[in-house]
């Protein structure tokens, strides 16, 4: 990597709070496109989604320039091209898809399990749903599946993860940046809250008990993916495990522990936990995905990462 001249003294506090700064403008303008539109319907009606879909596609792609921004004012210049530090590029593409959705659908074993338990077609009918080409076109023009499965996993892993992480890693190092990149992502979901009191789903209290809820579990998979990112160096992992998890749902406890068959699904549970701690380096050795852009720029980090054993540049 090289530097403008004084390049190294930026990083310190400068570093970080052009990171941090720039972190911010991409999270609220995240948000803010969501409600450029004005209307007084709920966020799940069709022509809500496709309103929001413009502006959520046009916060994306302008999203690189907040790097390019973030690069001439730090004078950072790395080695590799701006999209190779944004998770797209060729090397290790294969594994990249694959491996982490794995590693994801481990540790949803449970719910799996417990999916497929009362799951009302035998094995046989569902591959053949899942064949069925018929099947993923009544998918591709249903605007929430749009929403739920592709739209809203590619531009929040393309703004809180490619865009965010590249930034944060020079100031705060790799494994600080991955709990601190989902701090963004968890505070920027509770904008789900003006929605709910707009339109009374509840009280007061039950709505902001569900916020803090659903920022902590979005704060915990953002650490995950964020995690991926840099292992991997790849976006596609990311927004595939995402997809997957906006598909399944949170786990549904609550219905195991009542279910018929509650001490299997409970045994399924603990065994996708179990197996998922095991494989997790393993299948995230960055052997697999060839050479990482992100190292090049984990060289302006502090030289203390309390996280160290997480890096992918040793």
């Known amino acids: 990597m090289s530097e403008e001249a004084g390049g190294p003294g930026r990083s310190g506090a400068g570093l970080c709070w052009a990171a941090l700064a720039s972190c911010l403008g991409l999270a609220c303008s995240y948000v803010g496109s969501l409600y450029v539109w004005k209307s007084h319907l709920p966020r799940d009606h069709p022509s809500v989604i496709k309103r929001r879909f413009t502006s959520v596609l046009i916060v994306s792609g302008l999203s690189p320039?907040?790097?390019?921004?973030?690069?001439?004012?730090?004078?950072?210049?790395?080695?590799?091209?701006?999209?190779?530090?944004m998770g797209f590029r060729l090397e290790g593409i294969i594994p990249a898809t694959l491996l982490p959705l794995l590693l994801t659908m481990v540790l949803f074993l449970g719910p799996l399990i417990q999916l497929s338990m009362d799951w009302p077609w035998d094995l046989t009918d569902a591959l053949r749903i899942v064949f069925d080409s018929r099947f993923w076109l009544l998918c591709l023009t249903d605007i929430r599946w749009l929403r739920n499965q592709i739209i809203a996993p590619f531009t929040e892993e393309l703004v809180f993860r490619a865009c965010?992480?590249?930034?944060?890693?020079?100031?705060?190092?790799?494994?600080?940046?991955?709990?601190?990149?989902?701090?963004?992502?968890?505070?920027?979901?509770?904008?789900?809250?003006?929605?709910?009191?707009?339109?009374?789903?509840?009280?007061?209290?039950?709505?902001?008990?569900?916020?803090?809820?659903?920022?902590?579990?979005?704060?915990?998979?953002?650490?995950?993916?964020?995690?991926?990112?840099?292992?991997?160096?790849?976006?596609?992992?990311?927004?595939?495990?995402?997809?997957?998890?906006?598909?399944?749902?949170?786990?549904?406890?609550?219905?195991?522990?009542?279910?018929?068959?509650?001490?299997?699904?409970?045994?399924?549970?603990?065994?996708?936990?179990?197996?998922?701690?095991?494989?997790?380096?393993?299948?995230?050795?960055?052997?697999?995905?060839?050479?990482?852009?992100?190292?090049?720029?984990?060289?302006?980090?502090?030289?203390?990462?309390?996280?160290?054993?997480?890096?992918?540049?040793?």
């Open 65 to 85: 320039f907040f790097i390019w921004t973030w690069k001439e004012v730090t004078g950072v210049k790395p080695d590799a091209s701006l999209l190779a530090l």
């Open 164 to 314: 965010m992480l590249p930034m944060l890693v020079p100031c705060t190092g790799l494994g600080p940046a991955i709990f601190t990149c989902p701090l963004f992502f968890g505070v920027a979901h509770f904008h789900h809250v003006i929605e709910q009191l707009r339109f009374r789903q509840g009280s007061r209290t039950n709505i902001f008990l569900s916020a803090v809820f659903q920022f902590s579990y979005t704060a915990v998979f953002g650490a995950y993916t964020a995690f991926l990112f840099i292992r991997t160096g790849h976006l596609i992992g990311p927004v595939l495990c995402h997809s997957f998890c906006n598909y399944v749902g949170f786990p549904a406890v609550g219905a195991a522990l009542e279910h018929r068959h509650r001490l299997l699904v409970a045994l399924f549970y603990l065994l996708g936990v179990a197996l998922f701690l095991l494989l997790l380096h393993p299948l995230t050795d960055p052997a697999f995905f060839g050479h990482l852009p992100i190292c090049s720029l984990s060289r302006l980090a502090p030289p203390t990462d309390s996280l160290r054993g997480f890096s992918p540049c040793s």
